[in-house]
Every structure is written in structure tokens, then in C-alpha cells.
């Protein structure tokens, strides 16, 4: 089945969020981290470096049957764009919320997020908290949220 999303758009770069950009961009997906310092970005980047260069030593270690090469750790940090501007979201065809477990800090990220014209999916990583159904009355602004369970 062919995919009509070419770039990611990741809030948060804590643990989760590191994870979740990492897997998009090793896919190939142009990815926007956004968070809300530089010095969160740079911790959540440095997370994704050292995990990555695990991944090149198990290649190097295993004579390239695990892990990744060295061209595929820069091909998938070259896929990395980070940013503390929200606005640099609006071009995502996706979004993927992984911000604190916090029903006002939520609710104002997607109302921020509405209010700037977004209007495709975006997707909490926390489908099941108990969180979810107090959000469900935001659903009907333009952000809608992709609920996978």
C-alpha cells in the first residue's frame, strides 16, 4: 500500500520521542523534531547519535548481520531536522504528539497547533491514557488525532 506521507513531524524529543524519530527517519521519512529548548533537542539528538552508533558497532561486530553501516547512521541523520518552532510543523503530513502525560499541556498543543492551520492527523503516542477521552472534545477543531490502539 502506497503512502502519501513523506515527512514526519515528532513534538517532543524526551525518551519516546527520540525513539519514534529515530524509527521514521532510519525509514526514510524526512522528520521535524520539535520541543521547546535547544538544550532538549540537542539531549534528545545526542540520544539518537549514541543509539545509532550502537547499532553501527553491532554491524561492525557481526560482520554487517546486525545493526547498521555507517552510510545508513548518516543517511538517517540526515533525515533529522530539529526545531523549538512550532510553525516549522505546518508542512508534516503527520504528526506524532509525545509530550508530557498532561491533559492542559495537550490541550494546548493542539489548540497552538488548530490555531496555526494544520488540519491533516496527528497522532498521540498514548492511545490507551487515561487522557484520551478527555481530549476527545478537541477533536472537532481541525487537528484531528489518530487514535491507534
Excluded: Y
Amino acid at each position: 500500500m502506497a503512502s502519501n506521507v513523506r515527512k514526519v513531524g515528532v513534538i517532543g524529543i524526551g525518551l519516546m520521542g527520540s525513539g519514534i524519530a529515530q524509527v521514521a527517519a532510519t525509514r526514510g521519512f524526512e522528520t521535524v523534531v520539535v520541543d521547546v529548548t535547544s538544550e532538549i533537542l540537542e539531549r534528545g539528538i545526542g540520544r539518537i547519535r549514541d543509539s545509532l552508533e550502537r547499532l553501527v558497532l553491532s554491524h561492525e561486530k557481526s560482520a554487517g548481520k546486525n545493526g547498521i553501516s555507517v552510510a545508513e547512521k548518516d543517511r538517517t541523520l540526515s533525515q533529522l531536522r530539529t526545531s523549538t518552532d512550532r510553525g516549522e510543523l505546518l508542512q508534516c503530513d503527520i504528526l506524532i504528539e509525545a509530550i508530557v502525560e498532561n491533559e492542559r499541556a495537550k490541550r494546548e498543543l493542539i489548540a497552538s497547533l488548530a490555531d496555526a492551520g494544520f488540519d491533516k492527523s496527528c497522532a498521540p503516542i498514548h492511545p490507551r491514557s487515561r487522557l484520551r477521552g478527555s481530549l476527545a472534545p478537541m477533536r472537532t477543531r481541525s487537528v484531528s488525532w489518530a487514535c491507534t490502539s
